[in-house]
């Protein structure tokens, strides 16, 4: 059985001028050199559901993997435009991310991940985020 472990995540976004940030309890494991990370996002999906997300950290890729009331993946690798969906009661559309930048910093208890990107929604970008992750294992 996996060993997770309880930890604290700290998620800074910003898209143009809105920046925003959230504190959230949940779990990491690492398995060889990869850490994956999984919380029950705090914002509930459209019609009151919750969704929980795995993100899965290996060396030069991150993988953000929503399931539950909204149903989604984005993977990031710096220098590469990468497919990926989006899925809710009400909307689904394909997208994509234009990685600009992904850096990782990560040890035993944690560590921080920084990376830029477009988003492109039907072939138009629709956005460009700046994100970091920053996770401490709880003791």
């Known amino acids: 059985m996996p060993n997770w472990k309880p930890a604290v995540i700290v998620i800074n976004s910003q898209q143009g001028d809105e920046a925003s940030e959230q504190r959230i309890k949940g ?16 914002e509930p999906g459209p019609t009151g559901g919750t969704t929980r997300a795995t993100i899965k950290i290996s060396q030069n890729e991150l ?20 497919p990926g969906f989006y899925r809710s009661p009400y909307t689904r559309f394909n997208l994509s991310t234009d990685t600009s930048k992904l850096d990782s910093r990560l040890d035993e208890s944690g560590g921080s991940v920084a990376w830029e990107y477009d988003l492109w929604v039907h072939e138009e970008i629709t956005g460009h985020f700046v ?3 920053h996770i401490q294992e709880e003791v």
């Not at 779990?27 to 705090?42: A, D, H, I, Q």
């Open 27 to 42: 779990e990491t494991l690492s398995k060889g050199s990869t850490l994956y990370v999984r919380y029950v996002e705090p």
């Open 131 to 133: 994100i970091s992750l």
């Open 63 to 82: 993988k953000i993997m929503r399931h539950g009331e909204v149903e989604s993946e984005q993977t990031f690798q710096q220098g590469k435009r990468l």
